[in-house]
């Protein structure tokens, strides 16, 4: 039913998220049409013109209760069936991180740094007196152990397809949300505390424009939670490549490393 | 009507002379402290939808000048009257603020629960007329501050009315205003509270059994008890923020922040989730204490106009006894998205779903005092007849914000916003014109316009759902909130943010909508058809008092001895039977 208005879903639990979000509409519209109907008969029916001497008793039938036990049941068979479990899969069922795509994101006003950990697949150390917001805005310290080969971008997440990919998300200044519409993930990124999320992105970035018929089509990174004057454009992209492409990206980035330091500036 | 019998020796008392300082300004008579309260209230209710139609011209038409007051407003708000994200985010956060605590508040519980709720017990007055005055002022202090703030050099706070740290602790010095004013406005519904709920335990009529409370008192009762114990810990945290503000502590601060590119010169160690707890802590049962009172107006309205008692009335006071206690156990359904793991999240989101149950229950129990009943159509039962659907549409788009899953997507998105303000405009605000409407004649011996009322009340209905039904289909397509260009920033939310215009021309017109109100209500204080002790043919006690009630408030001795909505009883040959009659047998 609400399938229209949604972004278009993009990873493997989106469907469920949707499903369960139209099973919570057609209850709501469900009481709110039983409750409507009444409504507008009673107006009318019981109108003082029409039923000049009002019944002191009113109502004996026990309708209501079972109408509220009947709305207690669907909301257990709601938490129960459906958030519940689902919730436990995002934050208690994180696969294995030598199976899937591990990222850093490292929010600030008003920008999403993506760190990768590069060839060796560990993240170097980080140094907060190494932040220099041009050229290390995360306080990457290259002389660390697995430091040398790491990969930074700005605003510019770039995943496989139907690979889990586990995000490590933090905060150098305030608090913002890390939203990703079309993955249906949403979660705040915390000063002080590293938070996973991961999820499975099911469609490249060139299916998903064939299939809305928009050749520009672009999963973007909104930021959710207020952090100042410009969070209305904290606006970071995710790019979803087949693990070829990924790999691909990766290999040209690491390819900047020998060069120039000016090549950090052009992704 | 019973002879008037003469007053009582306590009631002489009051009787002396009073200079006009003490009696309208710093005045201890709780009829007074209410007017106070509400015109307040209804003040801060029309500068808060001031700031928001401001607002709502921003996100309609991004980066275009503000017609007509736009050149006002100032460079560092608005250069060349287009509006800037920061004044966009002072705004929002004012908003807010004043709508909650010095609009809604101050209205629902400072005034109605003040002017109504001891004349409804048969008191003379509050149990503690000197606290009742103190509370208003404080009040008004907090107001003075959150107003004065606007005019800071660098504005208003701009932090939403959450205040979320650390975001609010490195702020400019707006915050510190705010939270100056925060604490005002608590220490206000502190004293408050105390006094409500020590009125309502000692000075009640005799006769008057708690099963014999009109249903009004009992919403304020629980409210009171919210206010008591809720706000104190937001009052603890505001003291917080403010030494994180103005000492350089690190209570809601992390270590190892760099602002700006600078390492923020802060010990850290401090935790900014712990600011949200103690926000949400008290926020959430604020949120009952903003929709428990309107629920009070709308029963004594229904009752009334339906001619009949109210169905359920006693599961309607359990129900909402323990609305007011699972009140406080569900807050943290509010963070969901904080980095929740399952245990904490399946509590919350359990709790979010049983405190449901009983508000289906008083809203059915409503619904149903109708069925029977032989309805009236004034202004007040139109204003209470629109809360109720119209609160429906509230309660019901919480249910998928409150099962964790399906808030991923929709949390922090203007399906939120559509949400709560289906449950406070159309909802607690239709509530309280029901109430204004319904007890302006014993304020002022007048009744107000029924056509300037029906006025009010169409075009309103209209465009509050102008304003707010978009929203919910906005937040489907993940449209965040507080973004000031309304979101064409996102592509996924250039679909929907045409709506932004409608939206607005809606706001727009609700104001337009509001012109007969403030005709009415100022046309009525002296022009408007007289009424009697009991206008509306009402059972409860305050229509026993003269319109307008004296200070010490009855001219006879009260004594109840029924229920509160003794309507068309069988065999009575009137409609009504008052609570405080004396039995025919």
Redesign the interface.
Known sequence: M?DA???AAASEHAGR?DN??DA??Y??LA??IV??V??VY??MR???SR?????????KSKM?TY??VA??IA??I??LG???P???E???EVPPESDATVVRVVA??FAWNVWYPGADGEFGAQD??L???ATNPI?LDRDSEAGADDIWTVNQLHLPVDKAAIIHLSS????H?F?L??M?????T????S?PVWFVPTKTTAQIREETGNPD??Y?I????????????M?GFLTVHTEEEFQAWLDEEASYLTGSDDDFFDF | MAEPVHASPAHDEHHHEQSFWRKYIFSTDHKVIGVQYSVTGLAFLFFGFVLMMVMRWNLAYPGEPIPFIGSLLGDNRAPGGIM???FY?ELGAMHGTIMVFLGVVPLAVGGFGNFVMPLQLGAPDMAFPRINMISYWCLFMGGVTMFASFFLPNGAA???WTS?S??AD?ALNGQTAWLIGMIFLITSSLLGAINFITTAIQLRAPGMTWMRLPFFCWAQIVTAFLLLLAFPPLEAAGVLQLMDRVANTSFFI????????E??DRS?GG???LWQHLFWFLAHPEVYVLILPAMGIVAEVIANN????L??YRSMVYSLIFLGFMSFIVWAHHMF??????VM??FF??TT?II??PS??I???L???????????NTPMLFA?GF??MF??GG??G??LG????D??????YYVIGHFHYVVAPGTLFALFAGVYYWFPKVTGRKMNEFLGKLHFWPSLVFMNGVFFPMM?QG???V??????G?I????AGEVAGLNRMMSVSAWCLALAQIPFIINFFMSIRNGEKAGRNPWNSTTVEWLAPSPAPHGNFDQPIEVVRGPYE????GSDK?YVPQAEPAST
């Open positions: 609400m208005m949604f972004p998220i369960m979000i919570v509409h209850l709501m009481l709110f409750w409507g009444f409504f009673v107006l019981f109108r003082a039923n000049p001497k009002a019944d002191y008793v009113g109502v209501s109408g509220e709305v207690a909301e257990g709601l938490l459906f958030s519940i689902m919730w436990a995002r934050v208690d600030q006003q907060l007196s932040i220099d917001e306080g150098k200044d305030v608090i949300s939203n519409p079309n249906r993930i949403k979660q705040d915390i000063p002080g505390i938070i089509y672009v973007e909104a930021c959710a939670q207020l952090c100042g004057n410009s969070h209305y454009s606006r | 800037l994200p920061d985010n701009g932090n939403g979320y650390p975001l490195i992390p270590e190892g922040l760099v602002v700006g590119g390492v923020l850290g935790s900014p989730l339906s001619r009949k008692p169905w359920g998205i904080t980095g929740m793991g399952s999240s399946t989101q359990t779903m449901s149950i289906v229950i809203l059915s129990a619904f149903i005092s109708l069925w029977g009943g032989s309805i009236r159509y007849l109720l659907p429906g549409i019901l788009t249910l998928p099962l964790s899953a399906a991923i997507p929709l949390h922090d998105t289909i489907l397509n993940g965040s909130r507080r973004l000031a260009d979101g920033s996102y592509d996924f309507y068309s009883v069988p409609d």
